[in-house]
Nanobody, 123 residues
Framework: QVQLVESGGGLVQAGGSLRLSCAAS????????MGWFRQAPGKEREFVGA????????AYADSVKGRFTISRDNAKNTVYLQMNSLKPDDTAVYYC????????????????WGQGTQVTVSS
């Protein structure tokens, strides 16, 4: 399994930006496709976006498309989630996750998870 640690969360005003990082303790992150998910209180964990092992393929939830961007630096074993034009509805704990084979929008397809980082967007 891959050990994942998220960072970069915090409190931001609506319209602001944050960049989350997900550092992986693994020999080579390029063996894994990465996903970002979020979970707000009382709600199910939902897909935010995903990126293939090479970075050549990305997918986003409709709710964040055009505002969020996923990227990765395999040399640094790190994946990023750039979040712009944040809205109060984006408030949640954000998790990164890893899986081999292909990207997926389903959280049950991911075996390795970080502990999460809190993002709070004030209105």
């Amino acid at each position: 399994q891959v050990q994942l640690v998220e960072s970069g969360g915090g409190l931001v005003q609506a319209g602001g930006s944050l960049r989350l990082s997900c550092a992986a303790s693994v020999h080579t992150l390029s063996n894994y496709n990465m996903g970002w998910f979020r979970q707000a209180p009382g709600k199910e964990r939902e897909f935010v976006g995903a990126i293939s092992w090479s970075g050549g393929t990305t997918a986003y939830a409709d709710s964040v498309k055009g505002r969020f961007t996923i990227s990765r630096d395999n040399a640094k074993n790190t994946v990023y989630l750039q979040m712009n034009s944040l809205k109060p509805d984006d408030t949640a704990v954000y998790y990164c996750a890893a899986r081999p084979y292909s990207i997926s929008r389903a959280y049950r397809d991911y075996a390795s998870w970080g502990q999460g980082t809190q993002v709070t967007v004030s209105s």
